[in-house]
């Protein structure tokens, strides 16, 4: 069974404008992670984020994560049409291995 | 230089043949997978290899494979194609077994059985 849920399942955003993704998940976790997904490509990993730290920062992205409501946030800032992409949170779960989520697709409008 | 390299990206075939995915990894980790993604980009875990040993085997049918004769290649071999083995199969490296390094993919093999 799957661990994470995203939420949207769909996001439309005009470029310049921030994305928000948000992901839930079931169990206890050690880290969780964020994966893109572009159309017709390997999924890329963007950031991990362990259960003992709240924020990260990459670049224009920004990870929160809160392990008493079992969720995470994924933040897009200035948005480009280049982020259109699929966006996956991942977590390992009570067992040894990686679980994903169901995605959320993003499209940036130019 | 593709660091997950996966052949091939495309793969038609008849029901009932036998067919091979190979994927090699030129990042020197340990650990590789497979998974599988569906229709509605749902994401599955199969196998798991850490330095040519299963460590993940997930309940799949036992027509599927994974073979790793070393650490830097993991193939999948399919026997008997169904249907519903369609889907894009994903070949992934990570530096260890321990889930605190992010996973690198392959671009996938998109398998159509007609």
């Known amino acids: 069974s799957q661990q994470g849920e995203e939420d949207p399942q769909a996001l439309s955003i005009q470029e310049g404008e921030n994305a928000t993704m948000n992901c839930s998940y079931k169990?206890?976790?050690?880290?969780l992670q964020w994966y893109r997904q572009n159309s017709g490509r390997g999924l890329v990993h963007l950031i991990l984020?362990?259960?003992?730290?709240r924020e990260k920062h990459s670049g224009r992205l920004r990870v929160t994560l809160d392990t008493s409501k079992k969720s995470s946030s994924l933040l897009i800032t200035a948005s480009r049409a280049a982020d259109t992409a699929s966006y996956f949170c991942?977590?390992?779960?009570?067992?040894?291995?990686?679980?994903f989520g169901t995605g959320t697709l993003l499209a940036v409008q130019p | 230089d593709t660091a997950v390299s996966q052949t091939p990206k495309y793969l038609v075939t008849q029901m009932g043949n036998d067919k091979s995915i190979k994927c090699e990894q030129n990042?020197?980790?340990?650990?590789m997978y497979w998974y599988k993604q569906d229709s509605k980009k749902f994401l599955k875990i199969m196998f798991s290899?850490?330095?040519?040993?299963?460590?993940i085997n997930e309940t799949v049918p036992n027509r599927f494979s994974p073979k790793s004769p070393d650490k830097a290649h993991l193939n999948l071999h399919i026997n008997s194609l169904e249907l519903g083995d369609s889907a894009v199969y994903f070949c992934?490296?990570?530096?260890?077994?321990?889930?605190?390094?992010?996973?690198?993919f392959g671009s996938g093999t998109r398998l159509t059985v007609v």
């Open positions: 992934a490296s990570s530096r260890q077994a321990r889930l605190n390094y992010g996973y690198t």
């Open positions: 169990t206890s976790i050690n880290n």
């Open positions: 984020i362990r259960s003992n730290e």
């Open positions: 991942a977590t390992d779960g009570a067992t040894n291995k990686l679980i």
């Open positions: 990042l020197g980790h340990d650990t």
């Open positions: 290899y850490n330095n040519k040993e299963l460590i």
